[in-house]
């Protein structure tokens, strides 16, 4: 549900969409394999996307008794601080993006590689992006976006999100 929203069905009714993340990354040269970075060193950022699939999304501030109803009826659910439009997702991913990239440590003569955008695509042609220039949009921190153990209990690292920030 996005509460709020101008479209009576998307703030009334639960509903779903098939969300494809773009992540763009950039640098001012390429490492010694010819590379901005090794995709590898993007594990986390892809267990931090792969954490919403197939996962209901709740906005913190849904009423008790439909957060409760959720939990109950959902192995996987994410409850984030921003209402689950496209934009909100990608302003929330680019945040988590953005400090999981600045705090990795490059080791194969990476440039200076930065985040510059995530983009959500809604629908095939239809998506909100978020960049640095967004970034002062964000009244949240880390702990404001809560997993629940069904969501936590698939991580192949399941400590990854608790080390966020010290990386």
């Given at each position: 549900?996005?509460?709020?929203?101008?479209?009576q069905?998307?703030?009334?009714?639960?509903?779903?969409?098939?969300?494809e993340?773009?992540?763009?990354?950039?640098?001012?040269?390429?490492?010694?394999g010819?590379m901005?970075m090794?995709f590898?060193?993007?594990?986390?950022?892809?267990?931090?996307?792969?954490?919403?699939?197939?996962?209901?999304?709740?906005?913190?501030?849904?009423?008790?008794?439909v957060?409760?109803a959720?939990?109950?009826?959902?192995k996987?659910?994410a409850?984030?601080?921003?209402?689950?439009?496209?934009?909100?997702?990608?302003?929330?991913?680019?945040?988590?993006?953005?400090?999981?990239i600045?705090?990795?440590?490059?080791?194969?003569?990476?440039g200076?590689v930065?985040?510059?955008?995530?983009?959500?695509?809604?629908?095939?042609?239809?998506?909100?992006?978020?960049s640095?220039?967004?970034?002062?949009l964000?009244r949240?921190?880390l702990?404001?976006?809560k997993?629940?153990?069904?969501i936590?209990?698939e991580?192949?690292?399941?400590?990854?999100?608790?080390?966020?920030?010290?990386?």
């Open positions: 549900m996005v509460r709020n929203c101008t479209s069905r998307c703030r009334e009714n639960i509903h779903g969409h098939s969300y993340v773009e992540v763009f990354i950039k640098s001012d040269h390429l490492d010694n010819f901005v090794d590898v060193l993007l594990n986390n950022v892809a267990e931090f996307v792969h954490s919403f699939d197939h996962s209901y999304t709740l906005w913190e501030k849904e009423a008790g008794d957060k409760d959720i939990y109950r009826i959902n996987r659910v409850e984030i601080p921003v209402s689950p439009s496209a934009e909100g997702y990608a302003l929330l991913f680019f945040f988590v993006i953005n400090l999981i600045s705090k990795t440590k490059f080791v194969n003569g990476e200076n930065k985040l510059h955008a995530v983009r959500v695509h809604e629908t095939q042609s239809g998506y909100a992006e978020a640095a220039e967004d970034l002062d964000v949240f921190t702990a404001d976006i997993f629940n153990e069904g936590k209990s991580w192949k690292d399941k400590t990854w999100w608790n080390h966020i920030g010290e990386f």
